[in-house]
Every structure is written in C-alpha cells, then in structure tokens.
C-alpha cells in the first residue's frame, strides 16, 4: 500500500491553523496514524485510528477521514510543533506497514 | 513506565553483519509485537518487519527477506534486529517500536541506534 503526502515542505506562522494531507493506494479504514519528528529523535505518536488523539498530545493537534483520504490538523501552531510529520498506515500484520514520504514544517 | 531502550551506535565495513538490541520495560513482553524500521540520512521512515514474541513469528518486508532476521528472548524482554551482507546504504538509524494486534499503532518507540556502513 502507497501512501502519498502533501505536501512535501511548508512555512507557516506561530497561530496558524495548516493541514497536511496524505491519500492511500487503496483503502485502509481507518488504520492510519500521525508521527511527529524532531531531527535526530524518535517519532512520535500523535493521532492513531485516523481521528484519536494520543494521552498526553495536546489537543490542536486532529485528525480525520477513512478510506484512503486523510488529513492532520493543526489548529494554532506554537514554535515547538517545528518538526517533520509521517503518516503510516497499518492496515494488517500480514502485509508491510508504509509511511508517507513526510511533510517538513516550518515556523516562521 | 514503558520503556524500549535500544543498543549503542556501530559502525561496520560492507559484506559484514550488524546485531541491534531493543530492552524492554514497563509492559508485558509477550503482548506486544516489536517492529523494526530504519531511517537513512535525510530520509524518510522505512518498515523492516515485526516479530511477536509470544510465539516467535515473524514477518519481513519484501526488500530486507534474505538478509534480515528478528529475533527475542522473553526471559528479559529483549528483541533483536540481525541484518546481514551490509552495504553502504544500510547506513541508518535504526528504530524499534511495539504494537499489538488489536491496537496496531505504534505508541512507543526505541531512542534510535545510528549504523554507519564504511570501508
């Protein structure tokens, strides 16, 4: 299964509302998580399930669709939330978890 | 806490084999599978496979089948990550991180483990 995301990079200002977007091959439910990176670090969960939120990731952060379109909210952007973000589907143990090819955001 | 703490930095030459660790605690062992993934400089997140340690199974993505092994041992709660013939673009960073069958997200990872293939 491809993921595909958009976009590639984006520059946007500390309050911003940005939506990152990332489609599947073929239809995956609703087997879709969100990571945040920082460079040299651990991904991080943030959305599983397509629309649940983490314990503990603070709540600007959704997510939403089913299928094979999906997207990531950031409803208020704050300087820390600079990183790099993948969606990963898993859709099944029997077959190879993908990741899109992830978004680089920057605050400016 | 739940915790996976990953094996220090290697570096290797080609044609050699690298062997990472993954301990880890503050959870049943057995209930979770442990996946591998690894990310090339610069580059994104690449999924090598998982292994459940409850039973042993494993299962390989297509390009890693032949060179890769995973392996555990229950008695401390530790999954292994064998890659063998390495070449230069198995220089990475290497991740582990757990899921289950019924929650198939990962919500903890490894810190990472940086191999660097070189003559």
């Known amino acids: 299964i491809q993921m595909t995301q958009s976009p590639s990079s984006l520059s946007a200002y500390v309050g911003d509302r940005v939506t990152i977007t990332c489609r599947a091959s073929q239809s995956i439910g609703t087997y879709l998580s969100w990571h945040q990176q920082k460079p040299g670090k651990a991904p991080k969960l943030l959305i599983y399930a397509a629309s649940s939120l983490q314990s503990g990731v603070p709540s600007r952060f959704s997510g939403r669709g089913s299928g094979t379109d999906f997207t990531l909210t950031i409803s208020s952007l704050q300087s820390e939330d600079s990183a790099t973000y993948y969606c990963q589907q898993s859709y099944s143990h029997s077959s190879e978890y993908t990741f899109g090819q992830g978004t680089k955001l920057d605050i400016e | 806490q739940v915790q996976l703490v990953q094996s220090g930095a290697e570096v290797k030459k080609p044609g050699a084999s690298m062997k990472v ?5 503050g959870y049943t062992f057995s209930d ?6 690894r990310q090339a400089p610069g ?8 292994i459940n340690p409850a039973s042993g199974g494993t299962f390989y993505g297509r390009k890693f089948r032949g060179r890769v092994t995973l392996t555990s041992d229950s008695s401390i709660g530790t999954a292994y990550l064998d890659l063998t013939d390495l070449r230069s673009d198995d220089t990475a960073l290497y991740f582990c991180a757990r899921d289950d069958w019924n929650h198939p997200f990962f919500d903890y990872w490894g810190q990472g483990t940086r191999v660097t293939v070189s003559s």
Not at chain 2, 21 to 25: F, G, L, N, V
């Open chain 2, 32 to 37: 979770y599978y442990v996946h591998w993934l």
């Open chain 2, 43 to 50: 580059q994104g997140l690449e999924w090598m496979g998982w």
């Open chain 2, 21 to 25: 660790s993954c301990e880890t605690s």
